[in-house]
């Protein structure tokens, strides 16, 4: 268990709609990570936070978007939902600046089907 | 931002020692290699990180030349359960926004009976 918990784990929806995928980083972790992996492809980068702050956006896409709030939980919204968009969605986390360990901890994912 | 090349798949046999070259020509002075492991449809898991020389822990040693442009995860006396795909990244996560780490392809490593 890497303390990394994403929810739901499992959402199944149809084209033109929208959905909120919700990540709680590990306890005292600054830094939220969000990845879309679709079938049998690597890991791609979509957007991070830093402490409530965007630090760095990757291939994320208009429709979507992100937020972390005061607790440092974090919430990608994805919104009008395209057949290309069923994928696994991954939540990481890392201390980031303030912590010493060089690591990021993935949650388990939420696996998104559009129909 | 340091691009990753590893090779596409490896096959071997229960009970042999599996070693995975990743190439990283461009590393920079503050950048750590970590790599990952990941079973289908899980996340990513952390394996071992290093930043020069050899490393090693309970599941795996880790190879670092002197120039750094290369790295070698060794994993012993493989079993079934290690079958998964393998990542290296390099980068430093402390200081790096997260569009400096950038996840190679991987390496879908086979362990057969």
């Known amino acids: 268990d890497s303390g990394v918990t994403q929810t739901p784990k499992h959402l199944i929806t149809a084209t033109g709609q929208r959905v909120t995928l919700r990540c709680s980083p590990r306890s005292g972790d600054l830094s939220v990570y969000w990845y879309q992996q679709s079938l049998d492809q690597g890991l791609q980068f979509l957007i991070q936070y830093y402490n409530g702050e965007e630090r760095a956006k990757g291939n994320i896409l208009e429709r979507f978007s992100a937020q972390q709030f005061p607790d440092l939980h974090s919430e990608l919204n994805l919104s009008s939902l395209e057949l290309g968009d069923s994928a696994l969605y991954f939540c990481a986390s890392s201390a980031g600046l303030a912590g010493e360990a060089n690591t990021q901890y993935f949650g388990p994912g939420t696996r998104l089907t559009v129909l | ?113």
Not at chain 2, 2 to 15: F, H, L, V
Not at chain 2, 24 to 30: E, G, L, S
Not at chain 2, 76 to 95: E, F, K, M, N
């Open chain 2, 1 to 113: 931002l340091a691009k990753t090349t590893q090779p596409i798949s490896m096959d071997s046999y229960e009970g042999q020692e599996v070693n995975i070259t990743c190439s990283h020509n461009n590393i920079a002075t503050n950048d750590y290699i970590t790599w990952y492991q990941q079973f289908p449809s899980q996340g990513p898991r952390f394996i071992i990180q290093g930043y020069k020389t050899k490393v090693t822990n309970e599941v795996a040693s880790l190879f670092i030349p002197a120039d750094r442009k290369s790295s070698t995860l060794s994993l012993p006396r493989v079993s079934l359960s290690d079958t998964a795909v393998y990542y290296c990244l390099v980068g430093d996560i402390r200081r790096a926004a997260g569009n400096k780490l950038t996840f190679g392809g991987g390496t879908r490593v086979l362990v057969k009976p």
